[in-house]
Every structure is written in structure tokens, then in C-alpha cells.
């Protein structure tokens, strides 16, 4: 079973940091990778960013230069660290697998994590 678990949402000024963290088991054993997606309220849900098996990360336009994804595989934990937030990034913010060694293991959820910016 996977559980996906993201603290680290909360509320900050513009310009601030934020770091978001989603573990797994799965991430642990080097099974998966791992995507962001984030939903603004009335608006629909955007891929954030993503890093495969292999540790290669990959980024929306909108976040290139400000967020890094990462892994700590002794952790199980994906991080996603947010610089330079703009009101423009609230929204709850969701991890899921994906790209698994076994299909079984994709696209699970965590129950998500709110971060809001404000200006």
C-alpha cells in the first residue's frame, strides 16, 4: 500500500519560501517517481513538476528558476522547494507516483497540502 503524506504547506508573503515534502515507501526502494500538481481555487489542476526513477526533474514554465524537486531516498521523501513564491502559486498543492517500476504503483495521491501566498 502506498501513502503518500505532504506537510508543509502553510501561509507566506511574496518572495518568501516554502518547502513541501511527500513520502512513500515506494520512493524509498527507488520504485517510483514522483509529480506536483497543484489546483487554484476555481481553476483546474497543473502539473508542477516532476523527477523520474532516475532522479531527473522536470518543470513547469510557470515555476523553472524558483522550485527544485528533489529526492531523499533514505527518507522515502520527495521535497519540492518553492523560492521566490508569487500570490500566483496558491493553490493546495498534490503529490502522486508515477513512472513505476511496477504499473501497480502509479498514480497514487496524497490528501494535498495548501500553500497561499499573499502579497
Known amino acids: 500500500q502506498i501513502q503518500l503524506v505532504e506537510p508543509g504547506g502553510g501561509s507566506v508573503q511574496a518572495g518568501e519560501s516554502l518547502k513541501l515534502s511527500c513520502t512513500s515507501p515506494?520512493?524509498?526502494?527507488?520504485?517510483?517517481?514522483a509529480e506536483w500538481y497543484r489546483q487554484a481555487e476555481g481553476k483546474q489542476r497543473e502539473w508542477v513538476s516532476s523527477?523520474?526513477?532516475?532522479?531527473?526533474?522536470t518543470y513547469a514554465d510557470s515555476v523553472t528558476g524558483r522550485f527544485t524537486i528533489s529526492k531523499d531516498k533514505a527518507k522515502g521523501t520527495v521535497l519540492l522547494v518553492m523560492n521566490s513564491l508569487k500570490p500566483e502559486d496558491t493553490a493546495m498543492y498534490s503529490c502522486?507516483?508515477?513512472?513505476?517500476?511496477?504499473?501497480?504503483?502509479?498514480?497514487?495521491w496524497g490528501q494535498g497540502t495548501q500553500v497561499t501566498v499573499s502579497s
Open positions: 502522486r507516483t508515477f513512472g513505476c517500476l511496477y504499473i501497480s504503483d502509479n498514480n497514487y
Open positions: 515506494r520512493f524509498t526502494s527507488n520504485r517510483c517517481g
Open positions: 523527477i523520474d526513477r532516475g532522479d531527473t526533474p
